[in-house]
Structure formats: structure tokens, C-alpha cells
């Protein structure tokens, strides 16, 4: 079974609008983070933000925030504003457990987003 | 300050030839993670290391993949012998703090090719 789905494989959005990128998440753990990264076509992996399941807030980092619905095991990110240089491929990905043999990530398939002026 | 260091950036060999990619993990960092990204399989871990011990390797694909850490400043992976189903980018990243829990940065990647 997927353990992070990303059921968007692509996406446009206008300049200076807001985003929404899907994705949900299947563990039973109690403890776990959620983070997504961003990749560009110079294929390097960058990181935006993260949240951890027992945060009680959503994160937020300038203009990216996650949307975080822990019953519904979903953990969207929101790009306010789009740019140009948004355009990339977003992964959403996921950490179960907490530390130990349990602590790598597992990532979505991806979800390309367009950003048109 | 610098980011995880990874070379070579990109490599091109011939089936049945060793490869080596090397990577210097970020200073301070105490958990190093080797990824591998496919258009097929995507991204997935092959193997991470904390404290420069090899902690989970399930996801190295056979006994032609090895990775060592002898420091906490340099790690290696060497196939051999290479495959072309082992093209790919191979990305090397690192984290801080408790077992690496928070974000792992990720370094530019080595793109290789196996013809």
C-alpha cells in the first residue's frame, strides 16, 4: 500500500495566485513528520517545510504553509502568491517512528507544477 | 556555509565498471542518507547512517551496491560491477539533531549512467 500519495501528477496556476498541492499519508504510528521539498529542473532537492504529528499548529515558512488534517491523514501544501520560479516537481514525504531504524523518508510520486504568467 | 557536497556530479561508464560516488555530508550533521531517483521507482532510500554506523540498508538493491562511512565527514557508495538499470541520480543528504528527525538536506545529486 502507498504511503504518501500525491494524486496530482501536474498542475498550473496562475501568477500571484495561491496553490494547493495534495497529500495523504498512511501510517499507524503516533509520532511521525511530514515534509515536502521542492525540485527544479536543475534536479537539485530543496527543502520547504515540515510538521510533526504532534504539532499543533500548521507550519508555515514565508509563503509556503501545510495544510495539516491529522484525521484525515493529510498534509497539503499551500504556495501563496505563485512565482515563475515556483515551477518544479513538489514530494511530499513522510517519516515514521521517531529515530532509530525507523527514521528514513518515504516519498510521493511527485506532483509537477506550472507556474504561468 | 556549505551544503552537502557530492562528486562527481556526473558519470558515465561502461557495464561491469566500478563506480564511485562520494559525499561530504554537511559539518555537524550526524545522520547521512543515500538516495537513489528513477523515473520508475522514484526516490528511494538506500541507505542511511548515523553517528557514521550503517543503520537500515534494506533498501540497498543487491550485494553490487556497498556504502561505507569512515568519518563523520565522508561516505561513499561503490557499485561493482555497474548495470545499466543502474542509471539514475544518486543523492546523498544529511540531518542534524536526534537521529536526523527533522529535515534532511539534500546534496546536487550524481547523475550516472551505465551504457
Known amino acids: 500500500a502507498q504511503k504518501i500519495t500525491q494524486t496530482q501528477p501536474g498542475m498550473f496556476v496562475q501568477e500571484k495566485e495561491a496553490v494547493t498541492l495534495d497529500c495523504t499519508y498512511d501510517t499507524s504510528d503516533q509520532s511521525y513528520g511530514l515534509f515536502w521539498y521542492k525540485q527544479p529542473s536543475s534536479g537539485e532537492m530543496i527543502f520547504l517545510i515540515y510538521?510533526?504529528?504532534?504539532?499543533?499548529q500548521n507550519a508555515t515558512e514565508g509563503r509556503y504553509s501545510l495544510n495539516f488534517q491529522k484525521a484525515r491523514k493529510s498534509a497539503n501544501l499551500v504556495i501563496s502568491a505563485s512565482q515563475l520560479g515556483d515551477s518544479a516537481m513538489y514530494f511530499c514525504?513522510?517519516?515514521?517512528?521517531?529515530?532509530?531504524?525507523?527514521?528514513?523518508?518515504?516519498f510521493g510520486t511527485g506532483t509537477l507544477l506550472a507556474v504561468q504568467p | 556555509d556549505a551544503g552537502v557536497i557530492q562528486s562527481p556530479r556526473h558519470e558515465v561508464t561502461e557495464m561491469g565498471q566500478e563506480v564511485t560516488l562520494r559525499c561530504k555530508p554537511i559539518?555537524?550533521?550526524?545522520?547521512l542518507f543515500w538516495y537513489r531517483q528513477t523515473m520508475m521507482r522514484g526516490l528511494e532510500l538506500l541507505i542511511y547512517?548515523?553517528?557514521?554506523?550503517?543503520?537500515?540498508d534494506s533498501g540497498m538493491p543487491e550485494d553490487r551496491f556497498s556504502a561505507k562511512m569512515p568519518n563523520a565527514s565522508f561516505s561513499t557508495l561503490k557499485i561493482q560491477p555497474s548495470e545499466p538499470r543502474d542509471s539514475a541520480v544518486y543523492f546523498c543528504?544529511?540531518?542534524?539533531?536526534?537521529?536526523?528527525?527533522?529535515?534532511?538536506?539534500f546534496g546536487p545529486g550524481t547523475r550516472l549512467t551505465v551504457t
Open positions: 543528504a544529511s540531518s542534524a539533531g536526534l537521529a536526523g528527525l527533522r529535515e534532511q538536506y
Open positions: 559539518s555537524g550533521h550526524n545522520s
Open positions: 547512517f548515523n553517528n557514521n554506523v550503517p543503520i537500515d
Open positions: 510538521q510533526g504529528s504532534y504539532d499543533e
Open positions: 514525504a513522510m517519516r515514521e517512528g521517531y529515530g532509530g531504524a525507523t527514521n528514513k523518508l518515504i
